[in-house]
Nanobody, 128 residues
Framework: QVQLVQSGGGLVQAGGSLTLSCTASGRSSSNYAMAWFRQYPGKGPDFVATTTWDGKITFYADSVRGRFAVSRDNAKNSVSLQMNSLKPEDTAVYFC?????????????????????WGLGTQVTVSS
């Protein structure tokens, strides 16, 4: 059974940068779309960014486009989220996710319902 292990996150000042990483274990993630979501207290997860199985197509939420970059290394079964120019409103718990039904699909998946496997989440806090 595939599991997603997250690393990175923490506390940073506004304008700073952080990198989140997510590694799949138990099964290769190289054939599947992977994404990042974030969750604010008391709310459901919001889409942040996604990449298709081959990394050739990426898609971002309007709120992070131009500041965040998602990338993957299929040789390492990993996906990363580089977050630049961070704002206090980026403060949230960030989750990586994998879509087991996306094998060979070359279109971005942005709905949380499309993702089957989730990491445990990591806190990102941006101070003003």
């Amino acid at each position: 059974q595939v599991q997603l292990v997250q690393s990175g996150g923490g506390l940073v000042q506004a304008g700073g940068s952080l990198t989140l990483s997510c590694t799949a274990s138990g099964r290769s993630s190289s054939n599947y779309a992977m994404a990042w979501f974030r969750q604010y207290p008391g709310k459901g997860p919001d889409f942040v960014a996604t990449t298709t199985w081959d990394g050739k197509i990426t898609f971002y939420a309007d709120s992070v486009r131009g500041r965040f970059a998602v990338s993957r290394d299929n040789a390492k079964n990993s996906v990363s989220l580089q977050m630049n120019s961070l704002k206090p409103e980026d403060t949230a718990v960030y989750f990586c996710a994998l879509d087991l039904h996306s094998r060979g699909i070359n279109s971005p998946a942005t709905l949380m319902e499309q993702y089957d496997i989730w990491g445990l989440g990591t806190q990102v806090t941006v101070s003003s």
